[in-house]
Structure formats: structure tokens, C-alpha cells
């Protein structure tokens, strides 16, 4: 695990992350700055191991930024171009021990076997970005991203995230407002043919 680590920080240091749709909106939502992860990072450690997820090796990692604050972020393996950031969040007390490592103090890794690495075919488009936040819903045009072609998914590097993260969070003034029509969900609909 301590050459995983080194590798992961390495990549993180170079710029060679990028952040999964799911991190950009919870590093908005639980309003965690690209450079707070950055520093979990290169003081963080290895807590969990997952080398069979069934969308290719990751591990979940735990650090702190310069204010002590405790960050949990899940990243793919450092064998890929980019390391992929799944998710991010701040863990709480009521699941994990004084440390942030485990509930039980115990650090969950799996051994052995050889992990697999999932083919993807990403092209770099231009995507509109959506939110909600706070009761509105927040859209942001042809923000730069690399996209899975199979699966729609979609991967924004850390200066874009950056950008979002500015955007959203510093409620700057909007371009243009749309209008959006609103539904309920209902399971007595019925359809019409």
C-alpha cells in the first residue's frame, strides 16, 4: 500500500487528476475546495482497498487539510492516465473513530489477486453542467470535460472544477434564466397510448 500511496500523491502533485460528475457536485454541495483535497492527499493514507470494484480498482483515502479538517476521498488506481476521483466528502464521528480511519480502528484492506482495468474510450466535449442546490437548480454551459462514450460519464479536471466551485459558490450573476417546466411523481399515473 505505501507504493500506491506514493504513486497517488505523485499524480496528484503533477496535475493528473480529474474529478467524476458525483465529486464535482458533493465537493460543491459539502463546499470542499480542489486545494483542501489536494493536501488530504499528501498527508492522507490508504484506509479502505478495493482492487475488484466492478468499475476498476480503487482505494478510499483519508487526510486532513491546514485547518485539521478531515477529508475522505475515493480514487481509482494511479495505472490509469488520470486518476479518477469518485467521490469526496468529510467523514463524521458517528462512523468513524477519532482518526477518521475506521470505526473500529481496524483498516480494511484486501489482499491479493490481480486487479482488473476497465477499457474506456473518453472524448473531450463540451457539456452543460447541472445542480441543485438549495431549492434551485443551477446550470452552467459548454464547461470542458472528458466523456465515457459507452457509459455518458463525465470527468472534469481540477482547474474546471475550480471554475464550477467559483461559479456556484461565489453566487456570481447568471447570464440568462430559463423556465422549466416541474413534475411531482405519482405512481397512480397512468400512461396514455
Known sequence: MATLITEIRQKFAQDEFEFSRHAVDQSILRRIQVQEIRMA???GQIIEDYPYDKYGPSCLISGFTALQRPIHLQCSYPNRPLIKIITVYEPNLQRW????ICKDGTINLV?????????????????TYTLSLNGRLILIENVPARVN????????SPATVECLQRTVLDSQEPDRFIQIPVYSYSENSQNVA
Open 41 to 43: 492527499i499528501a498527508n
Open 97 to 100: 473513530n477519532y482518526q477518521f
Open 111 to 127: 489482499e491479493g489477486g490481480k486487479p482488473t482495468m476497465n477499457n474506456e474510450t473518453l472524448v473531450e466535449k463540451r457539456v
Open 149 to 156: 462514450e459507452e457509459t455518458g460519464e463525465q470527468f472534469f
